[in-house]
């Protein structure tokens, strides 16, 4: 009788035509979808065209899926070079999604999208995926960004990959993968109202170190995982490569279910469950209701400390944003806090999407639709004095020197991102707190890293925001 399975390793079996795998064993695995973006896609297109031919033709051009995001609102002309490249490939191949930074036009800063709803860019590639119907449970992502991980909080094995390995799954729908051990991280309790996902990252995290998952399947569960909302949930999984870990992935239920059948723009999937008996390599669990917030201080995610333990620490920056922090229940939870107050440090905040940015506009900070009189999310952030750019990676890549956000001297930043290893987010010698929303907001408004349990006592309504 064959052993239990986990849930990547059921995954990877259906994807390999296999009953069964075991962890460590190598296998041929059908890929649903692949993504790449302006930073990766020209170099994964020049190698594409190299080993298959100048003339050849993508494996299947429905599940191919390009999404500009990292290096956009720049005068670089490489950036705008690379932009090009990928609308080039878009054409000759005939690919179906494909979001394009229109405004993108010529040499200098592009005057940014007037309007989120009326431009084919996207934001950034890990929030669009789910957003733009590409991401179910049971399929096997892969992207040209170590975050892709991001996508497993849908129950689905999503990791990284080069250039090189992207450009053989672009001609041929198939990839080489070594099934990994499987680690489980079990949050038991209800999230308080002062804790996010992020807190539970960094936890995890500061306890296995940076390379304590590497090449392994983080796997979180518990009813504290289903306590949270899908889009906190993406946090875990974002930050899974913090860790060294191969993918990330969370149980699917129904908030996970009502969101991609809403979504999907394929009508059918497979949700897997672990086996009874399932094989962790490492198990970990917690109680929410004993967890503090955390920060993780320079220059790694797995520096952890309380936020208490750093209210000595000034602050030069805030920064909400990023893939891990610029979702939209991240802005409800920075807006809750920042209302009627106002910023005592320069605060930058960055919509994850261009869809989180038409929610900032259109919905008030308990996630809701605005009625007459009331603020959006985008007007009490303005009202705080933050500085509110355009959706997009921005500063959590450093990115060329106009980068919006961007570290440009030895300052201390407070940021929601998920890194803060040197030069990360600009200069080399700036020094960067990674922490939730909450604790980024909290800190803005004192100057200091600040305890979120200093404004927050009460849980924080997000509503329809980020549902489905």
């Known amino acids: 009788m064959a052993s239990p399975m986990t849930v990547t390793e059921k995954i990877l079996a259906a994807h390999a035509r296999k009953s069964h795998v075991l962890p460590g064993e190598n296998v041929w695995v059908d890929v649903d979808v692949l993504m790449t973006h302006d930073v990766c896609g020209p170099g994964t297109i020049g190698i594409f065209k190299e080993e298959f031919g100048k003339d050849a033709k993508v494996w299947d051009k429905d599940r191919v899926v390009i999404i500009p995001d990292h290096y956009i609102f720049t005068a670089d002309t490489k950036c705008h070079r690379n932009i090009q490249i990928l609308r080039d490939f878009v054409k000759e191949q005939g690919l179906k999604y494909y979001y394009d930074p229109d ?247 960055v919509p994850g999407s261009t869809e989180v940015h038409a929610d900032m506009k259109r919905l008030n900070i308990a996630g809701e639709p605005k009625g007459p009189g009331e603020k959006s999310i985008e007007q009490v952030l303005l009202d705080a004095g933050c500085n509110l750019g355009p959706s997009g990676c921005s500063a959590c890549l450093g990115g060329p020197v106009d980068t919006f956000g961007r570290l440009n001297t030895p300052i201390t930043c407070i940021s929601t991102t998920n890194r803060n290893f040197p030069g990360r987010m600009g200069h080399k010698e700036a020094g960067v707190y990674l922490a939730s929303p909450l604790t980024v907001a909290a800190s803005a408004l004192t100057g200091h890293i600040t305890d979120p349990r200093e404004f927050v006592s009460e849980p924080i309504a997000t509503g329809t925001a980020g549902v489905v």
Not at 183 to 192: D, L, V, Y
Not at 264 to 273: A, D, E, G, M
Not at 292 to 314: F, G
Not at 316 to 324: E, F, K, L, P, Q
């Open 103 to 349: 405004f993108v036009t010529g040499g200098g800063m592009p005057n940014p999208y007037k309007d989120p709803t009326k431009t084919s860019y996207k934001g950034v590639c890990h929030k669009a995926l789910p957003e733009e119907g590409h991401v179910r449970p049971g399929e096997i992502l892969l992207g040209t960004d170590s975050h892709t991980c991001t996508a497993g909080a849908f129950g689905q094995f999503a990791t990284g990959v080069g250039n090189t390995d992207a450009a053989f799954v672009l001609g041929t729908g198939k990839t080489w993968l070594k099934v990994p051990p499987s680690m489980k991280f079990a949050f038991h309790g209800q999230i308080p109202p002062y804790l996010t996902a992020k807190d539970l990252i960094l936890a995890v995290i500061g306890e296995i170190s940076v390379s304590g998952a590497t090449y392994k399947s983080m796997y979180f569960t518990g009813e504290g995982v289903g306590s949270l909302s899908l889009e906190d949930r993406m946090t875990l999984t974002n930050m899974a490569i913090e860790a060294g870990g191969k993918n990330g992935v969370c149980d699917v239920d129904e908030k996970t279910l009502a969101y991609v059948r809403a979504r999907s723009n394929r009508p059918n999937w497979n949700v897997y469950k672990d086996d009874p008996g399932s094989k962790y390599v490492f198990s970990h669990e917690w109680d929410l209701s004993t967890m503090e917030p955390l920060v993780a201080k320079p220059h790694s995610p797995d520096n952890k400390d309380t936020a208490h333990n750093c209210r000595s620490v000034k602050v030069d920056r805030a920064y909400i944003g990023s893939c891990t922090g610029g979702k939209i229940t991240d802005m409800i939870f920075a807006a809750s806090i920042l209302k009627g107050n106002t910023v005592k440090v320069p605060t930058f905040v």
